[in-house]
T-cell receptor
Framework: GAVVSQHPSRVICKSGTSVKIECRSL??????MFWYRQFPKQSLMLMAT?????????EQGVEKDKFLINHASLTLSTLTVTSAHPEDSSFYIC???????????FGPGTRLTVT | GQQVMQIPQYQHVQEGEDFTTYCNSS?????IQWYKQRPGGHPVFLIQ?????EVKKQKRLTFQFGEAKKNSSLHITATQTTDVGTYFC????????????FGTGTKLQVIP
């Protein structure tokens, strides 16, 4: 099956700093990628839809200025958590949609801890 | 937005017992997908059901989509320790970007 990678897998940062998370589709070109956040013992909540070459579409309640999304190429989307705070600590998961099959493939996730 | 509810939230079973999780929506679903997330891992796609009343099987797993397309169930026969994880139902929206919206999940613990 298709593979989606995320980097880093884990990151610890200090409050007030920014963190960039990368999501790559390794064997297909993804015009659309999705970013999810999962708090402990909770479900995945869609944060935003990342579109190659255009602005991301954010879900209601997600601050676009805090969670910057850049989908600069057909295989890479990045999520930057700006001025991170402890409440941003979470598991961030991306998925990429294969334009041929329309199936979504999930990345392994990035666990962010803000101290 | 409205989230699809799953029950139970947690389930502990003895190895060899059966397990069922139910997914309920107040609105008609376009389809239903099921995912499994192991502890510390990411969701892994299991199956998609589209038709009203559809039933699909994967070895010990049986998936069912309700006649009204508002509910679904996942049944595991004779659980094994490898079945441990959280099971999510989800809907892939039709049209647009085809966003996937996840249910609340059921965490399964299997006692050896």
């Amino acid at each position: 099956g298709a593979v989606v990678s995320q980097h880093p897998s884990r990151v610890i940062c200090k409050s007030g700093t920014s963190v960039k998370i990368e999501c790559r589709s390794l064997d297909f070109q993804a015009t659309t990628m999705f970013w999810y956040r999962q708090f402990p013992k909770q479900s995945l909540m869609l944060m935003a839809t990342s579109n190659e070459g255009s602005k991301a579409t954010y879900e209601q309640g997600v601050e676009k200025d805090k969670f910057l999304i850049n989908h600069a190429s057909l295989t890479l989307s990045t999520l930057t958590v700006t001025s991170a705070h402890p409440e941003d600590s979470s598991f961030y998961i991306c998925s990429a949609r294969d334009p041929k099959s329309y199936e979504q493939y999930f990345g392994p996730g990035t666990r962010l801890t803000v101290t | 937005g409205q989230q699809v509810m799953q029950i139970p939230q947690y389930q502990h079973v003895q190895e060899g017992e059966d397990f069922t999780t139910y997914c309920n929506s107040s609105t008609t679903l376009s389809n239903i997908q099921w995912y499994k997330q192991r502890p510390g891992g990411h969701p892994v796609f299991l199956i998609q059901l589209v038709k009203s009343g559809e039933v699909k099987k994967q070895k010990r797993l049986t998936f069912q989509f309700g006649e009204a397309k508002k509910n679904s169930s996942l049944h595991i026969t004779a659980t094994q320790t490898t079945d441990v994880g959280t099971y999510f139902c989800a809907e892939k929206r039709s049209g647009g970007y085809q966003k996937v919206t996840f249910g609340t999940g059921t965490k399964l613990q299997v006692i050896p």
